[in-house]
């Protein structure tokens, strides 16, 4: 089993809608969560991070956090093709300054 | 503030050669990563650096790996002798330190065994 599972994708979704990411992570003891973004040929740039179990909102992005379920997901509102890039979900053990556990990532594609 | 970079961007080399990949962290930042991504496959941790330090290198593959940090600046990550499966995406990651939990990642180097 993987320690950080995500669809692949590509996920497609019009311009102006909803896109919905998925992630589930095995180690229970996971305490920090992140997604990133991926322009093809980029750096990975953060662009949202949850601790705690619920949702948290930053402008069109909204982090969700289950942790009995072991489920973490991004929701974009008000897609914009600019939005189009692959999405990676990654995990933390430990806070502070310890490594990311990676997914595969999902590349999201905002057709206009 | 500059961000992290990498050099070189991309490299091709023959089995049996050495490369040697840098990375500039971000001016402060205590605390560096190299991760690798395989074709196919998730970035995976290499090894993270406290100042000069090694803190953790449980995702080194292999002793043909060696990484540097001299001084706790820049670091170099030498691949010798390269093997086909050390192809991927070499990135590095810079944070502060104490406490701080978003890594900033550089742009990779893309490394190619022949």
């Known amino acids: 089993q993987k320690e950080v599972e995500q669809n692949s994708g590509p996920l497609s979704v019009p311009e102006g809608a909803i896109a919905s990411l998925n992630c589930t992570y095995s180690?229970?003891?996971?305490?920090?969560f992140f997604w990133y973004r991926q322009y093809s040929g980029k750096s990975p740039e953060l662009i949202m991070s949850?601790?705690?179990?619920g949702d948290k909102e930053d402008g069109r992005f909204t982090a969700q956090l289950n942790k009995a379920s072991q489920y973490v997901s991004l929701l974009i509102r008000d897609s914009q093709p600019s939005d189009s890039a692959t999405y990676l979900c990654?995990?933390?053990?430990?806070?502070?300054?310890?490594?990311?556990?990676f997914g595969k990532g999902t590349r999201l594609s905002v057709i206009a | 503030e500059a961000g992290v970079t990498q050099f070189p961007s991309h490299s091709v080399i023959e089995k049996g050669q050495t490369v040697t990949l840098r990375c500039d962290p971000i001016?402060?930042?205590?605390?560096l990563y190299w991760y690798r991504r395989v074709m196919g496959k998730e970035i995976k941790f290499l090894l993270h650096?406290?100042?000069?330090?090694?803190?953790?290198e449980s995702g080194m593959p292999n002793n043909r790996f060696l990484a540097e940090r001299t001084g706790g600046t820049y670091s170099t990550l030498k691949v010798q002798p390269a093997e086909l499966e050390d192809s991927g995406v070499y990135f590095c990651?810079?944070?502060?330190?104490?406490?701080?939990?978003?890594?900033?990642f550089g742009p990779g180097t893309r490394l190619t065994v022949t």
């Open positions: 990651a810079s944070s502060q330190d104490p406490g701080q939990e978003q890594q900033y």
């Open positions: 180690d229970r003891v996971s305490q920090s």
């Open positions: 949850i601790y705690s179990n």
């Open positions: 990654a995990v933390k053990r430990n806070s502070g300054n310890t490594p990311l556990v």
């Open positions: 001016s402060g930042h205590d605390n």
């Open positions: 650096f406290v100042k000069e330090s090694k803190q953790d």
